[in-house]
Structure formats: C-alpha cells, structure tokens
C-alpha cells in the first residue's frame, strides 16, 4: 500500500536531549514537509524539502533540523535548542500544487 | 501576509447540515482545501477547489468559494457523528511552491 508512515507514535524525551522523528513515504512524491501542531492551534511548518539533497527553513525552524539523503526519507531531529518541544508532529509529502498527504503524526513530550 | 482563519467550534444535531466558514487573506491564492483531523491522528484531505470556482460538490460536501470576500465554507449534510473532528481549511499561493498555509481549525461535535 502507498501511503506514509511516521515512528514513533509516541516519544519522550528529557531535557536536553537530541531526539529524531522518522518520516517514510513511497508516494514517489518530490516534496516532503515536516508540520507542528500545538493544541488547538493550525500547524505551523517547520522545514520542507522539494528534491533529494535540498530542504529549506519553514516559519519556526529554530531549533529543529532535518537531511534529505533519499527520496522517500524526511527525518527531523528536535535538538536541546528548541526550548518548547512538546507538541503533535506531522509529516506530509507532496506532487504538485494540489495535494499534500499527511502521515498519522509523533506525539512528542518533554520530561 | 498570508492569514487563514476560521471560528473555534460548531456543534450541530446529527442529520442537520454543518457549515463551517474560513477567511483568506492572499488573493493570489491558487487552490483552496479541507482536511478533516479526528483525535491523534494526521490530516485527511476532504476536498479542494481551485480559485476560479465557486462551488465545488462531492456527496455530502459542498465547497463554496466567495473570492471577492475571500471566503470559503465546507458544508456537509445530513451530518453524522463520525463527522465529528477538526477541520482546517488551508490555501496554497502560486509564488510560494507547494506550501499551504492553514487555518487554526473547526472543532465539530455532532450531537446524537
């Protein structure tokens, strides 16, 4: 099946530590996109890649990074500098303007 | 700037219509869309239009676009409870790639 998968569901991480979301897709799509969302809050985009080898700064970059070796591989690593970590993270692929699948999400907290 | 917003909460009776509204702030807006959130889980696409549309309809839903007033709604009928979740709506401009800009999101509750 097509689709994308996110791992883990659910992660925890004390403080100070360096943690990375895995995102997967085999949608073949170019564009991979990594979101927060806080409750009851819209998501906010963090970084996105449109090729291999390329990604650029969302609106709330600091903090987070990300690597774009392989085509169907997005992972973001939430580093010590993000001083409020905790939040819902999605990871979306994308073709074209008119689409953009989203994965079931990480649930993300800090100890 | 780009500015997407939607009210908070809507609660309507099971078999009654829902409309939830969203206004836009870029007229350059290429595609408009819906996606629907239920609890912990990532976002579905419901349905888009693109900017030169009005209506759009798709079984139970209706898109309707107001470009002047940058006003979009996604009605649903005969409402059901597995409807209910968070809708965001979302725009897409042309210079800005394939990045979307979303709404805060519609807290639906459908009453039995």
């Known amino acids: 099946d097509g689709g994308i998968t996110q791992s883990p569901k659910y992660l925890f991480r004390k403080e100070g530590q360096n943690v990375t979301l895995s995102c997967e897709q085999n949608l073949n799509h170019d564009a991979m996109y990594w979101y927060r969302q806080d409750p009851g809050q819209g998501l906010r985009l963090i970084y996105y890649?449109?090729?291999?080898?390329?990604?650029q700064k969302g609106d709330i970059a600091e903090g987070y990074s990300v690597s774009r070796e392989k085509k169907e591989s997005f992972p973001l690593t939430v580093t010590s500098a993000q001083k409020n970590p905790t939040a819902f993270y999605l990871c979306?692929?994308?073709?074209?303007?008119?689409?953009?699948?989203f994965g079931p999400g990480t649930r993300l907290t800090v100890l | 700037g780009e500015d997407v917003e939607q009210s908070l909460f809507l609660s309507v009776r099971e078999g009654d219509s829902s409309v939830i509204n969203c206004t836009y702030t870029?007229?350059?807006?290429?595609?408009l869309y819906w996606y629907k959130q239920e609890p912990g889980a990532g976002l579905q696409l419901l349905t888009y239009i693109f900017s030169n549309m009005d209506m759009k309809q798709d079984q139970r839903l209706t898109v309707l676009l107001n470009k002047k007033d940058k006003h979009l709604s996604l009605r649903i009928a005969d409402t059901q409870t597995g409807d209910s979740a968070i809708y965001f709506c979302?725009?897409?401009?042309?210079?800005?790639?394939?990045?979307?800009?979303f709404g805060g999101g519609t807290r639906l509750m459908v009453k039995p």
């Open positions: 890649s449109q090729i291999v080898n390329d990604f």
């Open positions: 979306a692929s994308g073709r074209g303007w008119y689409e953009q699948f």
């Open positions: 979302a725009e897409s401009v042309n210079n800005a790639g394939n990045m979307l800009t």
């Open positions: 870029d007229s350059s807006s290429t595609y």
